[in-house]
């Protein structure tokens, strides 16, 4: 098992891997699901290797935590 944040590194280090189209799937501890959000739409910043942000469709940042993420796809297929 690959831990996030070498994922998250290879992503952005590696061009060619980098190229795919990426979805992150989380753990949203309210509605007990996974939530998708589109790699794009993913804010990270640089030393917090704890979270990731991003707006809901509502227009609220959101601030979840890197141990939430529980997949991650590449151009559709399970990461």
Do not use: C
């Amino acid at each position: 098992m690959t831990l996030i944040q070498d994922l998250l590194s290879q992503i952005r280090w590696d061009e060619s891997f980098g190229k795919g189209n990426f979805v992150i799937g989380y753990y949203d501890r309210k509605t007990g699901e996974i939530i998708q959000v589109p790699l794009q739409q993913m804010q990270l910043t640089p030393n917090d290797h704890f979270f990731f942000h991003f707006n809901d469709q509502e227009g609220r940042t959101r601030e979840v935590p890197l141990h939430r993420i529980r997949e991650v796809y590449r151009n559709g297929d399970l990461a």
